[in-house]
């Protein structure tokens, strides 16, 4: 046998195979990205707050369902987070801090950690002034922590 | 005429049609048994290997196979178990609705309206139960008898895959009643599966590759617990996790035949086979004593099937076909017994604005749990990850030829055993007594960045401590398999003590309780 030939079945053998594995495999990943969403499931993300007027200093207002406190003092409305940073349960204002259930993490008035297996401070969440004047919750957009926003004026 | 005479003489259409009849139960039996009764020796053997059910098994079985103490049918359990997961799952898929607004209710339905529901659901759950729970003992039993030695590895190989896909089946049926126990234990499963955000975050390169955000998204089909991840899950559960398991059975099935049956001693005396099946004349099973060959000579290699001898073997029919059916009527006469005794458990439906508190994964996911107490991303992914990449190495990196098939065949293996479960006890318990009491380090120091967590909590340092007594024993014996011996004890022991502890000590805000009735009410 010379070896030319041989080398071409060589060439042959080798290449039939790594063709249908290499198809299958950009074939597999495909139906692998089928599996990723990309359409996220979006409920709006904005609440209604009412007038400025409406929160005075000391307020403290839960809600529950959107998980965010909102608070007022003497520097202004913020509004924190109640989904714990370690892995997602709903944290609980306690009057002085926010306490999680699922494995002990506690966070400060402020929402810093003080301890537990939490990797970061709580978000907090944008307010922002509609033309209305009106103010408005924006879950879509974070602040850093300690930005406290003054509307009245 | 002649003709006519002719035709007289055939018989007609309709005749041998009429007698095709008359005879049809005699025929349609000679087709699907096509031999006699299992009378005979023969007959036996030919039920087994022309049967596509019967034949992943082979004619004869050894004796050995049949003693109690050596696999104490851990895996047959295991196998039952699933069977009768999938019956009464298949029955569950009747009545349950995969949305968000039907499913808690038709579970409600299936528990409280439908007829027998509960039962049938009583021993689905206890059934993920006893399965788990059968699968980790057996795993337990094949390391300890050194089962996974030369040629068995890649069955171990196999068998770890089922032991993922077992979890994985346990983990996705747990969502499916979208109860509040549901909803809260998922919620904090998917987020494990997104914890490496900790570390892409520390390293600040979450906005560049973002594992962890993948992986969650991938499995939930969005960022939160919703109706995607419902219908994930479900499909998981239902269809894909069932088709691996299935297949990876039959491939370990198969390994167990071409791995020259059920690993054993070289010398087995005739009191080590107390209590098993004898066939006085299995020397005369085959025509020649020893084979000596077998079509495996034509493969590279040693073929474990020329070695062994038909001596000391019976009929598997009916011997181990016994066997496996009275474990099998074991196992469902368990399953009913405690289905009875005790409900599954259906709190209130899931409540995405308010946990549960303790919000509790199943036990087995339990110890998981402690350990993700102290860093999501090392308990819930580098620690099990490198505990199931380790266990899984054992049969490469001991490649010892010992003794298989015994537990504990010398006193070495014994004496490590034993330190090692007192050694790994004592730095658990120890390192949770500390935790408990004093806390950890972002108590004492507040600032202290999260990288710092990530590698020094509880979770590492226990892991840390078992590496390095592994690498000592390793190291003092010379001997790969005491190494091994102490690596899988401390996995076992770190496995039951977390289990314990998480079940018995964590309560409400993950707080250290001694009992659950000290819990407060709330
Ligand atoms: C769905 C889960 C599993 C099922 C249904 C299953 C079933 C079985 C059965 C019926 C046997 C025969 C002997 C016996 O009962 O011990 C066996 C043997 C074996 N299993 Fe599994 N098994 C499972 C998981 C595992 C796991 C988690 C491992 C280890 C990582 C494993 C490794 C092995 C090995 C190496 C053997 C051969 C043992 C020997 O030759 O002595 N299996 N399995
Ligand atoms: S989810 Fe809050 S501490 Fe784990």
């Known amino acids: 046998m010379d070896e030319k030939k041989d080398s071409r079945r060589n060439f042959i053998t080798k290449f039939a195979p790594a063709t249908f594995w290499g198809s299958l495999a950009v074939w597999g990943g495909s139906l692998l990205k089928f599996t990723m969403p990309t359409l996220l499931p979006q409920e709006s993300k904005k609440i209604k707050l009412g007038m400025p007027s409406d929160f005075p200093n000391g307020t403290t207002k839960i809600f529950e369902k959107e998980r965010v406190v909102l608070f007022a003092d003497d520097d202004g409305l913020f509004a924190i987070s109640t989904t714990c940073t370690h892995l997602g349960c709903v944290v609980k204002w306690t009057g002085r801090g926010f306490d999680c259930p699922c494995h002990g993490s506690k966070f400060d008035a402020q929402g810093e950690i003080i301890q537990g297996p939490a990797p970061k401070a709580l978000k907090w969440f944008k307010i922002e002034k509609l033309p209305s004047g009106q103010l408005s919750l924006n879950l879509d957009k974070t602040v850093e922590s300690g930005v406290k926003e003054q509307f009245y004026v | 005429m002649s003709n006519t005479e002719e035709k007289n003489k055939m018989p007609s259409g309709i005749e041998t049609f009429l007698t095709n009849l008359k005879h049809l139960p005699q025929s349609f039996k000679d087709a699907t048994v096509r031999h006699g009764p299992p009378s005979s020796n023969r007959a036996a053997s030919q039920s087994v290997f022309s049967n596509l059910f019967l034949h ?211 010398v087995i005396t005739e009191e080590m086979l107390e209590g098993t099946p004898i066939d006085e004349n299995a020397e005369m099973a085959f025509p020649t004593k020893n084979k000596t060959y077998g079509l495996m000579c034509l493969v590279k290699g040693d073929s474990n099937n020329v070695k062994n001898s038909v001596k000391n073997t019976v009929q598997s029919w009916p011997n181990l076909f016994n066997y496996e059916m009275a474990i099998f009527i074991l196992v469902l006469a368990i399953l009913i017994v405690l289905s009875y005794v005790s409900d599954a458990p259906l709190k209130e439906a899931a409540n995405p604005a308010v946990p549960e508190n303790p919000a509790k994964a199943p036990w087995y996911f339990l110890g998981l749990q402690e350990l993700v107490s102290y860093s999501a991303f090392m308990g819930g992914v580098a620690i099990p990850g490198l505990a199931v990449l380790g266990l899984m190495l054992i049969p490469f990196l001991d490649k010892t030829r010992n003794e298989s098939g015994l537990w504990f065949p010398d006193k070495n293996e014994k004496s490590v055993f034993k330190s090692t479960v007192i050694f790994s006890s004592i730095v658990i318990l120890a390192t949770l007594v500390f935790t408990v009491n004093f806390g950890w380090l972002r108590n004492w120091f507040p600032q202290i960045p999260q990288l710092i967590i990530v590698l020094i909590n509880p979770g590492t340092i226990i892991t840390g401590l078992f590496v390095w007594w592994s690498i000592r024993i390793l190291k003092n014996t010379g001997s790969t398999r005491l190494g091994a011996m102490a690596v899988f004890t401390c996995f076992l022991v770190g496995f039951v003590i977390l289990t314990y502890f998480a079940y018995q000590h964590r309560g409400p805000n993950w707080d250290f309780y001694w009992w659950p009735s000290l819990w407060p009410a709330h």
């Open chain 2, 56 to 266: 992943i098994h082979s004619v004869r079985t050894h004796r050995y196979n049949f003693k109690k103490t050596f696999t104490m049918g851990l895996g047959i359990a295991s196998a039952a178990s699933f069977v009768i997961l999938a019956i009464t799952g298949i029955l569950l898929m009747i009545y349950y609705k995969p949305s968000l607004a039907e499913a808690y209710n038709s579970i409600k339905d299936i528990h409280f309206a439908v007829p027998g529901g509960r039962l049938i659901r009583n021993i689905h759950r206890w059934g993920a139960h006893i399965m788990v729970a059968g699968v980790f003992l057996h795993m337990v039993r094949v390391f300890m008898t050194g089962s996974y030695r030369h040629p068995r590895q890649f069955n171990w190989v196999v068998g770890m895959i089922l032991f993922a896909v077992t979890l994985g089946l346990s983990f996705t049926g747990y969502l499916l009643p979208w109860d509040q126990l549901a909803y809260w234990a998922t919620t904090i499963g998917a987020q494990i599966a997104g914890s490496p955000v900790e570390i892409t975050d520390a390293l600040g390169i979450t906005h560049i590759i973002d594992i962890g955000g993948l992986q969650m998204r991938l499995l939930l089909g969005a960022d939160i617990v919703g109706e995607e991840a419902l219908v994930r899950f479900y499909f998981l559960h239902c269809i894909l996790l069932p088709l691996v398991l299935t297949t990876f059975i039959g491939v370990h099935f198969w390994r167990i035949r071409k791995d020259g049956g059920m690993s054993r001693p070289s």
